[in-house]
């Protein structure tokens, strides 16, 4: 069974720097594109940063700048890396990609979510 796995969120100070991990597990024929989306209290789920197979990259406004996503498809896993953190970026984090397996076929995923608090 295909999971996304999270890890790397916590509390962290205004300006500061923190890596959020997503690891893939299962059995897989190919990962299409990964992502990253956040959902802060009482706001919608939006899209933070995505990245193709290929290693194309779309950013939302907000993020330009300060976040960068990567992946290393040898460990089908998706990184992103967010600096100079702001209190409006407090959300939780969830992993996203989609995925094609033997026995489901293409499908998209999510991951469980990880807590990111950005306070002093």
């Known amino acids: 069974q295909v999971q996304l796995v999270e890890s790397g969120g916590g509390l962290v100070q205004p300006g500061g720097s923190l890596r959020l991990s997503c690891a893939a597990s299962g059995i897989m024929f190919s990962i299409n594109a990964m992502g990253w989306y956040r959902q802060a209290p009482g706001k919608q789920r939006e899209l933070v940063a995505a990245?193709?197979?290929?290693?194309?990259?779309n950013y939302a406004d907000s993020v330009k700048g300060r976040f960068t996503i990567a992946r290393d498809n040898a460990k089908s896993t998706v990184y992103l890396h967010m600096n100079s953190l702001k209190p409006e970026d407090t959300a939780v984090y969830y992993c996203?990609?989609?995925?094609?397996?033997?026995?489901?076929?293409?499908?998209?995923?999510w991951g469980q979510g990880t807590q990111v608090t950005v306070s002093s």
């Open positions: 990245i193709t197979s290929g290693g194309s990259t």
């Open positions: 996203n990609a989609d995925i094609v397996a033997p026995r489901t076929g293409p499908q998209n995923y």
